[in-house]
């Protein structure tokens, strides 16, 4: 994973975005429900498995003033360093448009509500640190200021933490690490691909955990989770470049 470069995971997302747009649309109206709903309240929020993108916690940069992302891939943090500093190459306002239709629909100037969701971002990013779930810690505590440090109160982790997992047990390892990283009545929202072995960025093929919707489920309760709210949708036809069983967005509490 550590060889993915930025570029081509801003190239591969863009042209997910054209093939299967309503994954995005789902998702991404299902972080903002639950965040708008303040189910989970609190400053402090995690993101894991940032890759170089931002879309996931636009919404969620709303409410929580204090967020740190993390990634596994070194190129995809120094990207998001660099574009928290208005110096990325890499453009994701076409994704922004999503949440930014969701915060204000009525308005007709799509451009400068993204330009506004932007600078929220930017201010409320706190750190850009290295994360490995299969690791005790998951994070790297020396490169997040002591205002952004666990616990949180939510965690937002999208098309990821199956992506490293061997099998049932890692994966459920892998959960208690996240686990932890919450206080008590915390939560976190999951969304990605089930019943799927492997996917593609551009010529690079990536194992991926090939799990049932029940067992996830199953998963999150032995890693201490519990009170789901889960959607899950059949597969779409469009998207030729995976096969899977379908696409799922959950929230759920620590316990």
């Known amino acids: 994973m550590d060889d993915l470069k930025a570029e081509e ?71 998001l360093k660099r574009w928290l500093k208005e110096d990325s190459p890499l453009d994701w306002s076409e994704f922004l448009n999503i949440p ?6 009525r308005s007709i100037d799509v451009r400068q509500i993204t330009s506004n969701l932007e600078s929220r971002v930017r201010r409320s990013v706190k750190a850009v640190v290295h994360c490995d779930i299969l690791t005790d810690g998951v994070l790297n505590l020396e490169e997040i200021p002591a205002e952004a440090a666990p616990p949180y109160d939510l965690i937002i982790s999208i098309l990821c933490i199956e992506v490293p997992c061997i099998d ?69 036809d469009s998207a030729p470049r995976i096969t899977h069983g379908g696409y799922y967005c959950l929230a759920s509490e620590k316990l």
């Open 168 to 236: 049932f047990e890692c994966f459920v390892s892998a959960l208690k690490r996240i686990n932890k990283l919450l206080r008590k009545g915390g939560g976190i929202i999951m969304s990605s691909v089930y019943n799927c072995d492997k996917w593609t960025v551009g010529d690079k093929e990536f194992p991926n955990l090939k799990i049932s919707l029940k067992n996830i489920l199953t998963a999150m309760d032995m890693a201490g989770f519990g009170n789901h709210d889960l959607k899950s949708y059949s597969p779409i």
């Open 100 to 105: 930014a239709r969701l915060e204000d629909f």
């Open 9 to 79: 995971y801003h190239k591969q997302h863009h042209i997910w975005l054209q093939e299967v747009k309503i994954y995005f649309e789902i998702t991404l109206t299902f972080i903002y429900d639950v965040v708008k709903s303040q189910r989970f309240k609190g400053k402090k929020l995690l993101e894991i498995g940032s890759g170089a993108t931002v879309h996931n916690i636009v919404s969620a940069s709303a409410y929580f003033p204090i967020i740190v992302q993390s990634d596994f891939a070194r190129d995809n943090r120094e990207t």
